[in-house]
């Protein structure tokens, strides 16, 4: 049966993992490879990898700490931030990512997903969508909007129809984050996952809000999610990866316990 | 030294395969073209994507009839996901002709819950093998895909193990010196890096044996 994956997310600027509430208050968690190579051998069933700086002339230092950390760590490496074309897609392929992950990107060019999909295939192709709720952080009624920059620049755009036109152009998997619960270890929004994984047939990733395992329990039990995803929870040694997913085994979900030989 | 050709086409993440191969203790050389794999113990084709873009590049490159030479020589062969669909006649993905080394076609997975397959999921084993030689029966491997190989009449035998993702589907292959796996041993850890070092060492022993056990390839 296949597994629900906790997916470790590593915020990256200057070649730093860094960790603050959203792009504010930055504090630095190490490096890279380092913690990546931690996180596998913990028990991560994949590493998300989000440049959040994406400067302009900062790619060729993205490129060689994606490298340096696909070397140290044998599990699934998904890329995301400031990819805008098929030939940095390439790029960052080759320096050892498994996937890449779209999100300003692809809401301003819907077709820049379509033509990475039918040059990579969908399963390389994650769409990130960052959503907050209409009516208020606490009231899922108004339905959520798309907003990007990290929540600074909302796009009019209804998240839900924005997920089936991201699985439409060609995304494989959705990486669905709540800016209204990010940072505030709140809970998933499991009303925006479970409308979202009611609608899409792709895998959804839930982001955003954890701060217990009986969190990610929630996010898969009454989101839907197939997989999930923390950073701060994990770099800061509040729960291992190990002690999420025993919460999670107990509530009876397919969890991947063992890294090595023995169950 | 034990020497891995690993073909690129440009079909993705090269990085992972070259560094664990390494780590399983073989000297790893990127094959562009046929005469830079002549020489090599074993021969390993990635990928992942669709099929019709994947053989236009090995077409591309003259890699087709060297690859399908190779194995019908019965010397070493590692197809990994899409290098393991490529070995069937056709696919159902794009309607693309591939490599016809083995009879069937790659088809979409069946009954899935969700696609694509994404994540990590058990490799039932059908009998014993050596590149499974101490892994775990119960060892998870990690998957991405959405279509997998259905070996027609003629293939009997060849399953290795299934896997569950709603329906069963064929989750590794082999005949004599010839394997394919569905999965990204490269990816899969620990017993994926073990994966990989058992097939090194069969890539060895194929070396020091003086005969080898010819593949029946399909005609073209």
């Known amino acids: 049966m296949l597994r629900v994956r906790v997916i470790p997310c590593l915020d990256v600027a200057n070649g730093r993992v860094v960790k603050g509430t959203r792009f504010v208050d930055l504090t630095d968690e190490g490096d890279p490879p380092t913690l990546a190579e931690r996180y596998a051998v913990e028990g991560a069933d994949e590493i998300v990898f989000l440049d959040i700086d994406a400067a302009p002339d900062g790619r060729g230092t993205l ?11 044998f599990v699934p490496l998904t890329v995301g931030g400031g990819v805008r074309s098929v030939t940095e897609m390439h790029d960052v392929l080759r320096a050892g990512a498994d996937k890449v992950s779209f ?23 994650v769409v990130a969508i960052d959503a907050r709720r209409r009516a208020g952080p ?5 339905g959520w909007e798309v907003v990007v920059k990290g929540g600074r620049d909302a796009t009019g755009l209804d998240a839900l129809a924005w997920a089936e036109g991201a699985v ?63 950073a701060s929870i994990f770099h800061r040694h509040r729960h291992s990866i190990a002690d999420v997913k025993a919460v999670m085994a107990a509530a009876g979900i397919p969890v991947r316990l063992a890294i090595g030989t023995a169950r | 030294m034990t020497r891995i050709a690993v073909v690129d086409y440009g079909a993705g ?90 009879p069937g076609r790659t088809v979409r997975l069946s009954d899935a819950p969700r696609l694509p397959h994404i994540g990590w999921n058990q490799v039932e084993r059908q009998r014993v093998h050596p590149l499974f030689a101490g892994i775990e029966e119960d060892a998870d491997f990690y998957f991405v895909h959405s279509y997998a190989a259905a070996p027609g009449p003629g293939a009997d035998g060849v399953i290795l193990a299934q896997t569950t993702h ?55």
């Open chain 2, 166 to 220: 709603g329906g069963r589907f064929v989750s590794a292959i082999a005949r004599a010196s010839l394997a394919g796996v569905q999965f990204h041993p490269e990816r899969s850890g620990r017993d994926g890096l073990r994966l990989l070092a058992n097939f090194v060492g069969l890539a060895q022993a194929a070396g020091a044996a003086s005969d080898r056990t010819h593949v029946p390839v399909l005609a073209r």
């Open chain 1, 63 to 73: 490129l060689e700490v994606v490298e340096r950390t696909a070397r140290r760590a």
């Open chain 1, 138 to 142: 606490d009231d899922p009624t108004g």
């Open chain 1, 103 to 125: 999100n300003t990107a692809a809401v301003r060019d819907p077709g820049l997903v379509r033509r990475c999909a039918r040059r990579f295939g969908s399963q390389a192709v």
């Open chain 2, 13 to 102: 993440n090269l990085v992972s395969i070259e560094q664990a191969l390494s780590a399983a203790g073989a000297e790893v050389v990127l094959a562009h073209r046929a005469d830079s794999f002549a020489d090599a113990d074993a021969l390993v084709v990635p990928g992942v994507g669709a099929a019709g873009p994947a053989m236009a590049r090995l077409r591309r490159r003259g890699l087709e009839a060297p690859i399908r030479a190779w194995i019908a020589a019965g010397r070493p062969f590692l197809g990994i996901c899409l290098g393991l669909q490529l070995l069937f006649e056709g696919s159902d993905e794009d309607g693309a002709v591939t490599l016809g080394v083995l």
């Open chain 1, 168 to 230: 439409a152009a060609g995304a494989g998997e959705l990486l669905v984050t709540s800016i209204d619960r990010d940072g505030t270890g709140a809970g998933y929004d499991t009303p925006l996952l479970r409308a979202i994984t009611d609608r899409v047939h792709v895998p959804v990733i839930a982001s955003g809000g954890a701060s217990g395992p009986e969190d990610f329990v929630a996010a898969v039990r009454d989101g839907g999610a197939s997989a999930v995803l923390a």
